[in-house]
């Protein structure tokens, strides 16, 4: 079984639609992150999480929220969607130092908002 | 600013031979952790190799190895013996130990590379 799992893989919305980003990892690290990939822009950081109780915006968290539900969960909502937040979308876990910072990545999920 | 770049958008390799991909970056810290990931076709990201700045020994990994030259700034990837499922985009990304400011790996654009049989 994969270490980070994503649902849903693929997403098709509407402008205006709530929606939501599930990861969940048995990894067992406390850090989880949520990365957007554009064509050409590499990857953005939207948010991260060091522990339940720690969540912080990363370079472009307009637009986005997180909920922390547990160490292994970590989801993302866009309240309202919109076109340019079509992208493919990456969540991350790591331990920190002790694993020299290394991330390691879900399978992504691709999100097309209409 | 901390920047990553990879000069190469594409590079191409006949299956067996070698080939060496580029990575330069742009720090002022002098601790933290530089890797090489991959990104098949089915998207995911795979790490590939870490290389820690303070160790001077270059990181290998199987068929893949690195060179690290931390005065040049120069993280380049070499891939040996290559194999058709190596075509992918492969990414070199940068972060501080500790994390720094922003606590985010710190990627290039990418240099997409195709295996020929």
């Known amino acids: 079984d994969a270490d980070v799992t994503q649902t849903p893989r693929n997403r098709i919305t509407k402008t205006g639609k709530r929606i939501m980003l599930e990861c969940s990892q048995t990894k067992g690290h406390d850090r989880m992150y949520w990365y957007r990939q554009d064509p050409g822009l590499g990857l953005q950081l939207i948010y991260y999480?060091?522990?339940?109780?720690?969540?912080n915006k990363g370079e472009i968290s307009d637009g986005y929220s997180v909920s922390r539900q547990a160490q292994a969960k970590f989801s993302l909502s866009l309240e309202s969607a919109i076109p340019n937040q079509t992208a493919l979308y990456f969540c991350?876990?790591?331990?920190?130092?002790?694993?020299?910072?290394?991330?390691?990545f879900g399978p992504g999920t691709r999100l097309l908002v209409l | 600013a901390q920047t990553v770049t990879q000069s190469q958008p594409e590079m191409s390799v006949q299956e067996a031979e070698t080939v060496t991909l580029s990575c330069t970056y742009d720090t002022s810290e002098s601790n933290y952790y530089l890797f090489w990931y991959k990104q098949p076709p089915s998207r995911q990201m795979i790490l590939v190799i870490r290389q820690e700045a303070y160790k001077q020994q270059n990181a290998t990994e199987n068929r893949f190895s690195v060179n690290f030259q931390k005065a040049a700034k120069s993280f380049s990837l070499k891939i040996s013996d290559s194999q058709l499922g190596d075509t992918a985009m492969y990414f070199c990304a940068f972060i501080p130990r500790g994390g720094g400011a922003t606590n985010k790996l710190i990627f290039g654009t990418g240099t997409l590379l195709a295996v020929q049989p």
């Open positions: 991350a876990t790591s331990e920190g130092l002790s694993e020299g910072e290394t991330q390691y």
């Open positions: 999480s060091f522990d339940v109780k720690d969540i």
